[in-house]
């Protein structure tokens, strides 16, 4: 069966300082792989999406970035967080005409 | 307008209860239909999954799609404390070769004991 791996679950960061979250995906090759991020009130924000290896596609500009090395690794990225980077990063995976599958997430809070 | 739209509420009602959840939506290319139940500080789990219109069953859950209504429904029977979460409903359609998803901004729901 398919998995999904987040970390770190919780993760408190001062303003400027760089950001790192990984997300890796067991039990399927090639999936269409997610980042979004969630408010308090204000739903899911679909921040990056990868079709492949390389492929990266943003959907809102920010202060982010995001990477996929490896077939199953999707990594977010920020060389500075500010304030508003606080929130709940959720990576998620589907498959071809599927839907799709969240992981635990990370509890990011800049301070 | 906002592609989906979803009473935030929060729900409250009694251990026993049969529990309605509803989103509206207003595109309509959008061709699958999905309700995640979403645990404080927990990641979404996905509950329901359904293509066409009509009812789908599995277990204590009924989801029900009316496309021609653009109306979506998730029916909790015997709604147990455990039921107590945010329920989010979502929706895709093919969008530049991959299933974009759009999601409510999720309904709280507490079951009283």
């Known amino acids: 069966s398919q998995t999904i791996h987040q970390w770190p679950a919780t993760l408190v960061q001062p303003v400027g300082s760089p950001l790192s979250l990984e997300c890796t995906v067991e039990?399927?090759?090639?999936?269409?792989l997610y980042w979004y991020r969630q408010a308090a009130g204000r739903g899911l924000q679909l921040l990056f999406y990868?079709?492949?290896?390389?492929?990266i596609s943003s959907e809102v500009p920010q202060n982010l970035s995001a990477s996929r090395p490896q077939d199953r690794q999707f990594i977010l990225s920020s060389k500075k967080l500010l304030l508003s980077d606080s929130g709940f990063y959720l990576c998620a995976f589907q498959r071809e005409g599927e839907t799709q599958y969240f992981g635990p997430g990370t509890r990011l809070l800049v301070l | 307008q906002k592609e989906v739209e979803q009473d935030p509420g929060p729900l409250s009602v009694p251990e026993g209860a049969i529990v309605s959840l509803n989103c509206t939506y207003s595109?309509?290319?959008?061709?699958?239909f999905m309700w995640y139940r979403q645990y404080s500080r927990k990641g979404p789990e996905l509950l329901m999954y359904?293509?066409?219109?009509g009812n789908k069953e599995d277990g204590r859950f009924t989801a029900q799609v009316d496309k021609s209504s653009k109306y979506i429904s998730l029916f909790i029977r015997d709604s147990q404390p455990s039921d107590s979460a945010t329920y989010l409903c979502?929706?895709?359609?093919?969008?530049?070769?991959?299933?974009?998803?759009?999601f409510g901004t999720g309904t709280k729901l507490q079951v009283i004991p």
């Open positions: 595109n309509s290319a959008f061709q699958y």
């Open positions: 039990g399927t090759s090639n999936p269409n």
């Open positions: 359904t293509y066409s219109s």
């Open positions: 979502a929706m895709s359609g093919n969008s530049g070769g991959y299933q974009k998803v759009t």
């Open positions: 990868s079709v492949g290896i390389g492929q």
